[in-house]
């Protein structure tokens, strides 16, 4: 018959434990995440007929979520948005910063031009309209800086969007957002 000694309990070992399992919680809730990005909201502010085209702008409202624990700065950046596979026009980030674990909405002018949509998508546009929803895809690279202490971040967050829009009233039927992020080691 074998016994064993009872361990003698040891604070060294204890206290590296704790501040083991502290710094994986650390690591883990510090682990960057892909910001958000939804549209809330399209309103016509100006519709021009220069007959055969038509040109339109909008101004776009996007809810921006940063569930990071840091800040975020980005630089400025062009958004495109594209029809049926046809770049129909873009609208303009400016540069400027999110706080940690926010929320806000951005509100983004664009212009279309319905040179395009005419030109090569008319027949479908008007399939769209008499059904009253089409199908607008976004894309926007945005870049900025993370900062922590005195450790700089550069990350890039791709976004690829597709909004459902009744063409009649500009209403936003549904969407579905995907983004990507790169962090880059400086």
Same mark, same amino acid.
């Given at each position: 018959?074998?016994?064993?000694?009872?361990?003698?309990?040891?604070?060294?070992?204890?206290?590296?434990?704790?501040?083991?399992?502290?710094?994986?919680?650390?690591?883990?809730?510090?682990?960057?995440?892909?910001?958000?990005?939804?549209?809330?909201?399209?309103?016509?502010?100006?519709?021009?007929?220069?007959?055969?085209?038509?040109?339109?702008?909008?101004?776009?409202?996007?809810?921006?979520?940063?569930?990071?624990?840091?800040?975020?700065?980005?630089?400025?950046?062009?958004?495109?948005?594209?029809?049926?596979?046809?770049?129909?026009?873009?609208?303009?980030?400016?540069?400027?910063?999110?706080?940690?674990?926010?929320?806000?909405?951005?509100?983004?002018?664009?212009?279309?031009?319905?040179?395009?949509?005419?030109?090569? =998508? %008319?027949?479908?546009?008007? @399939?769209?309209?008499?059904?009253?929803?089409? &199908? !607008? /895809?976004?894309?926007?690279?945005?870049?900025?800086?993370?900062?922590?202490?005195?450790?700089?971040?550069?990350?890039?967050? =791709? %976004?690829?969007?597709?909004? @459902?829009?009744?063409?009649?009233?500009?209403? &936003? !039927? /549904?969407?579905?957002?995907?983004?990507?992020?790169?962090?880059?080691?400086?």
């Amino acid at each position: 018959m074998t016994t064993t000694k009872p361990q003698k309990w040891s604070w060294p070992s204890a206290i590296i434990g704790a501040t083991t399992a502290a710094t994986t919680a650390a690591l883990i809730t510090a682990k960057p995440k892909d910001p958000a990005f939804e549209v809330i909201s399209i309103d016509l502010t100006s519709f021009k007929l220069n007959f055969p085209a038509l040109d339109a702008e909008l101004i776009l409202t996007v809810h921006v979520n940063n569930p990071n624990i840091v800040a975020i700065n980005y630089d400025t950046t062009t958004m495109s948005i594209f029809y049926d596979g046809s770049l129909l026009g873009t609208a303009r980030l400016e540069a400027g910063s999110q706080p940690a674990r926010s929320c806000r909405l951005v509100r983004l002018p664009a212009r279309l031009s319905g040179l395009e949509l005419v030109a090569h =998508h %008319v027949s479908r546009f008007m @399939s769209d309209v008499a059904k009253r929803e089409m &199908v !607008i /895809d976004a894309v926007v690279d945005v870049e900025g800086v993370a900062k922590v202490l005195w450790w700089e971040h550069k990350f890039r967050v =791709h %976004v690829d969007s597709r909004v @459902s829009v009744d063409p009649v009233f500009l209403d &936003v !039927i /549904d969407q579905d957002n995907r983004s990507q992020m790169e962090l880059f080691v400086s």
